[in-house]
């Protein structure tokens, strides 16, 4: 069975880390993500850009672009898509138009990446 | 160590906890002496307990009860806080931290930079009191960036305290304009000391990439606050892509490298990621303003792999919109490089040769010139160019850049390099 594990954490403290910090952080993290990888047991990974950056897009018969992340309590994460785009613009219309395709209610949250590995062990 | 949470948490608190200190306390010195003893409370009392539910709650908290103490010690009389919040820390500690989120906040923490950004204060005093109060920066790490004297630093810091206290900035809730007012100027500010520490106006050392660090949480810091204000979002993407170039700017000697010789693999591409993540949902706004522009431009130079790849036509286009937004000799000289690119030196040179009088004692203006001139292989007035340029720089790495290209043009006349003083 496939696990998504999602981080959290106050993005202010993050954010206020020392260069050199944030790399043994992450140099921590990648020993752990070695060991996976080699059990065959790794998918993608990724790190996301600070919620500054992101937009919400909330479903509706006419797709709204809101700024900044979203922040419903009463709907929860279901799921995520990857998607190559050269610019926010590009990856606003296709999450309108994975929004028109999925005729529910909710909302997608575009948030940039700041890393990603495909991870090409999982099938 | 151990502790580096701690240190971590206090850091991130910081700007949110002294703007409440403040907002009570209505005196800079009171705030910050509070929120010290808080966090030396919080050294003792943390790595024993573990951190409390929300630090910056704790530290406001414990910050008030202990200036409160104080006060009163030494007899003098102000008015008390509740006593149920004396008495019971944890239960009022989780009221606080339900109202954090509230626009309250946001107003105080608008009002703290606003107080250190304040216009009435020279821009050398805005940064260093942004600096001490708002990043917490010690007085001695300030005057090693500003290289100068710790005591001339305390003194210059300890009269921009006074000149605040003068000013009387209310405590009121600030109207839609006043807010507005705020925003700039602590945009302003911001901005200032991003440029000092991008391009050193002195000192031996070209960048001091520190200020460009503290610029940059301060920039986020502020789109916190105001997420959908796109001019802020410009500030922070301007900030941000230029900073991530720092490590390919200056080769191993420290000289300088122009842009179009820069290794871009060097490049942050994490930080330009967000930069341009940034300046794209800003120009969605459709309110234009000059961070956003010049954010622009520096995302039109981050977009290009190699230098040749350069849209140097829509970086003409953004220079001219920066002009009229923002009239400056400064910004029509940056135009200039552009137009070099896209319709040739001669050109250029006709668009500076107005310049020559208001920017007289520029560095970049006789850079630019010379270049120019060179270009069209006038090497004799090239080289009087050059030698002003070199009087007139600012850091050792300035000179040594316009020496080499002295150098340049005595063994290789010929030699077309790259116009202007972009790095």
Known sequence: ?123 | METDWVGAAIAAARPRAVAALLRQFRDLDTAEEAFQEACLRAFRTWPRDGPPRDPTAWLIMVGRNAAIDDLRRRGRTRPLPAEELLSDLDDAETALAERLDSVDYRDDILRLLFVCCHPELPATQQIALALRIVSGLSVAEIARAFLVGEAAMEQRITRAKRRIAAARVPFEAPSAAERAKRLAAVAATIYLLFNEGYSASGGKTHLRLPLCEEAIRLARLLLQLYPAEPEIMGLTALCVLQHARASARLDADGGIVLLEDQDRGRWDAVAIAEGLALIDKAMRHARPGPYQVQAAIAALHARATKAADTDWAGIERLYATLERLRPSPVITLNRAVAVSKVAGPAAALALIEPLAEPLAGYFHFFGLKAALLQQLGRHAVARDAFNRALALAHTPAEAAHIRQQLDRLCVDGTSAIGGGGTE
Not at chain 1, 28 to 40: F, H, N, S, T
Not at chain 1, 72 to 98: N, P, S, Y
Not at chain 1, 100 to 121: C, I, K
């Open chain 1, 1 to 123: 069975m496939l696990f998504a594990i999602l981080c959290y954490d106050s993005e202010a403290v993050v954010g206020t880390m020392s260069e050199e910090e944030d790399a043994a952080l992450i140099g921590r993290l990648e020993a752990v993500q070695k060991k996976l990888a080699a059990e065959g047991r790794l998918g993608p990974v990724a790190r996301l850009l600070p919620t500054s950056t992101a937009v919400t897009i909330r479903k509706g018969r006419e797709a709204m672009v809101i700024d900044g992340p979203f922040a419903e309590t009463k709907e929860q994460l279901l799921g995520f898509f990857i998607v190559d785009c050269k610019t926010l613009e590009q990856a606003i219309e296709t999450a309108k138009e994975l929004a028109r395709a999925s005729g529910a209610a909710g909302a997608y949250e575009l948030r940039p990446l700041a890393t990603f590995r495909s991870g090409g062990a999982l099938q």
